[in-house]
């Protein structure tokens, strides 16, 4: 029975990762956890993985833990900041759209710097090739009753199933990267590089039914962008039919297969608004 004391938790997770077939380590990270106000926070983050990025694995690591960091203490200011369009929402939002980007990559450089531990006969790294070393890629995501906040820094994807079922991505740039090219954490005044979307939440009938973040060896599994949209549409039918547990039994394996076309490490987070449990299909003896 619900804990009357505790916040309300309305949507519920899953999450698989899978190293890339050729990969000798998953340069992928991922983190999802209700902070104790009650808010969602989840974030996924793909470590550059070439020659020149060879700490991106920890790199990838350090964004996820500083995102939950700096989101934990965004919920709590949220909570605090009222409905509406008062002075304290505009100053959220203000937050979400400068303050937020540049507390993500200081700290991240910060950690990088503090963290770093050369290896005996290294060249030493310092500056902008020390952050090159751990180069990584960013999605993080805050999910209140009352907002959703996201942010985006290079590939990957956020996508959303709206009440009504459409399916939006409302972080993909306009202009797709090219080839292998990302912005990254590592890149110069990379807080100028990072996508916002912001989306108050005023009635909770326009709750997101589905937000998944995933890395891009997701989506590069796909011949084009409309099969990975219809994957995510499909997602959403399959939680209302089968329900969360059995999709989230097969999630490793569905990542897994994708990893095998795209040749890359491929994470995903799912955060699945609560559902009545599917009724089960009667069968005669």
């Keep these: 029975m619900p804990n009357p004391d ?32 009650g808010a969602l926070v989840m974030a996924v983050a793909d ?13 990838a690591r350090y ?21 509406g369009s008062g002075p304290g929402l505009r100053r959220l939002w203000a937050d979400a759209h400068d303050r937020m980007p540049r507390e993500l990559v200081r700290t991240w450089q910060a950690w990088v710097d503090d963290r770093h531990t050369p290896v005996a006969g290294e060249a030493p790294r310092t500056g902008p090739a020390l952050l090159r070393a751990y180069g990584t890629t960013l999605i993080g995501a805050i999910l209140t009753e009352e907002l959703f906040v996201a942010w985006q820094l290079g590939d990957g994807d956020l996508t959303v ?22 912005e990254s954490m590592c890149s110069r005044q990379a807080w100028d590089l990072v996508r916002v979307h912001w989306a108050p939440i005023s009635d909770p009938a326009r709750r997101p039914r589905l937000v998944t973040l995933s890395t891009d060896g997701l989506s590069n599994s796909f011949a084009a962008r409309d099969g990975f949209v219809r994957f995510v549409r499909e997602l959403d039918q399959r939680i209302d039919d089968e329900g969360l547990d059995p999709v989230g039994d097969a999630l490793p394996g569905w990542l897994a297969r994708a990893g095998s076309y795209s040749g890359d490490d491929t994470t995903a987070v799912v955060a699945s608004l609560q559902r009545s449990t599917p009724a089960r299909t009667e069968t005669e003896d």
Excluded: I, M
């Design 6 to 37: 505790e916040p309300a938790r309305p949507w519920a997770l899953r999450h698989g990762s899978v190293q890339g077939p050729a990969k000798a380590l998953n340069q992928d990270w991922w983190d999802a956890q209700y902070t104790p106000d």
């Design 47 to 59: 470590g550059h993985g070439s020659a020149a990025h060879p700490l991106s694995h920890l790199g």
């Design 63 to 83: 964004a996820v833990d500083v995102f939950t960091l700096c989101a934990t203490e965004f919920a709590a200011r949220a909570k605090g900041a009222g409905e």
């Design 161 to 182: 199933v709206h009440p009504d079922g459409t399916v939006a991505s409302p972080l993909t740039p306009q202009q797709l990267e090219l080839g292998d090219e990302t």
